[in-house]
């Protein structure tokens, strides 16, 4: 079963324009939530985390919500710009610092100039 | 900061043969390194965990002595696919945690084997 649901395989947004990229977790047991930006044949690059203490944390461009009770996140880039085009994988994992990640499927974010 | 490399990029082995994948964090220790993998559109999943001087723990799934790592140091993790068969082919990423709850990964390696 997975436990970290991307459910927008892709997802296209034009220049300028806000691209929201959604999550959602089954598991009550995750605590510290992660989104990582992809491009083929790379590892992920960390872009921005949330603790389960916070419902909102922001750097820069970026921007990622989290609503507890709906086991929801989501990620808000504003403007969007044609370097986001990439694919964007939310992962989560318990506190402690020990435990690997549990990662979504994925969403390919194309920003159309 | 928080750079970590893998090294090779890519490799491509006959069937059989063993490979080893080293993961080094550049600028700063790891209590902790991290070993998934991912095949073609797929997500990216947890292999096992290693933390320096200790035995790794390996997910559910996935055998311990095909997938051999050792964490001989801060800096140092290496995979070694023993006896690797062509469904072994696959994309194996490192991360590293310097203790925080942020992993960062490596470039990736590219696995074929024919």
């Known amino acids: 079963d997975q436990q970290v649901k991307q459910n927008s395989p892709s997802l296209s947004v034009q220049e300028g324009r806000i691209s929201i990229l959604n999550c959602d977790y089954t598991?009550?047991?995750?605590?510290?939530f992660l989104w990582y930006k992809k491009y083929p044949a790379e590892g992920p690059t960390f872009l921005i985390s949330?603790?389960?203490?916070?419902d909102k944390n922001e750097d820069g461009r970026f921007t990622v919500f989290l609503n507890k009770s709906a086991k929801h996140l989501s990620l808000h880039i504003v403007p969007s710009q044609p370097g986001d085009s990439a694919v964007y994988f939310c992962?989560?994992?318990?506190?402690?610092?020990?435990?690997?990640?549990?990662f979504g499927k994925g969403t390919h974010l194309i920003i159309q100039p | 900061g928080a750079v970590v490399s893998q090294h090779p990029s890519w490799v491509i082995c006959k069937s059989g043969t063993s490979v080893k994948i080293e993961c080094r964090s550049l600028?700063?220790?790891?209590?902790?390194m991290f070993w998934y993998r991912q095949f073609p559109k797929q997500s990216l999943m947890l292999m096992a965990t290693?933390?320096?001087?200790?035995?790794?723990?390996?997910e559910q799934g996935v055998e311990k002595d095909k997938f051999l790592i050792n964490h001989a140091s801060l800096t140092l993790s290496t995979l070694t696919v023993t006896s690797a068969h062509p469904e072994d082919s696959s994309f194996y990423i490192c991360?590293?945690?310097?203790?925080?709850?942020?992993?960062?990964f490596g470039p990736g390696t590219r696995l074929l084997v024919l």
């Open positions: 949330i603790s389960s203490i916070k």
């Open positions: 992962a989560a994992k318990r506190g402690g610092g020990a435990d690997g990640l549990t």
């Open positions: 598991n009550s047991m995750f605590d510290y």
């Open positions: 290693s933390n320096e001087g200790s035995k790794a723990t390996y």
């Open positions: 991360s590293a945690s310097g203790g925080f709850e942020t992993q960062y």
């Open positions: 600028d700063f220790q790891a209590t902790t």
